[in-house]
């Protein structure tokens, strides 16, 4: 996978708690905690919104498509 370095200005309190992580060799070195965190924190918003869009659906419509899936589904089966 292709990598881009940027720039980043952080406070010196996360970057010592960085630094700590590093020591205790949790991690590699300090870009890999920041990938990291980055990956993850990205991850957890696009499961929130995810999770955002599911709320707009309207559960009725939706249990009317199941039904009517299944309907279909039960249908193509052999009846014995």
């Known amino acids: 996978m292709a990598m881009t370095k940027i720039a980043i200005t952080l406070e010196e309190t996360t970057v010592e708690r960085i630094?700590?992580?590093v020591k205790r060799q949790v991690f590699?070195?300090?870009s890999r905690v920041i990938q990291d965190a980055v990956r993850e924190k990205l991850e957890k918003l696009e499961r929130n919104?995810?999770?955002?869009?599911?709320?707009?659906?309207?559960?009725e419509?939706?249990?009317?498509?199941?039904e009517e899936g299944?309907?279909?589904?039960?249908?193509?089966w052999p009846k014995y």
């Open 19 to 21: 630094n700590q992580l």
């Open 61 to 66: 419509f939706e249990q009317a498509l199941a």
């Open 70 to 76: 299944l309907s279909e589904e039960l249908a193509a």
């Open 28 to 30: 590699p070195n300090r």
């Open 49 to 59: 919104r995810l999770a955002r869009e599911c709320q707009k659906l309207d559960p």
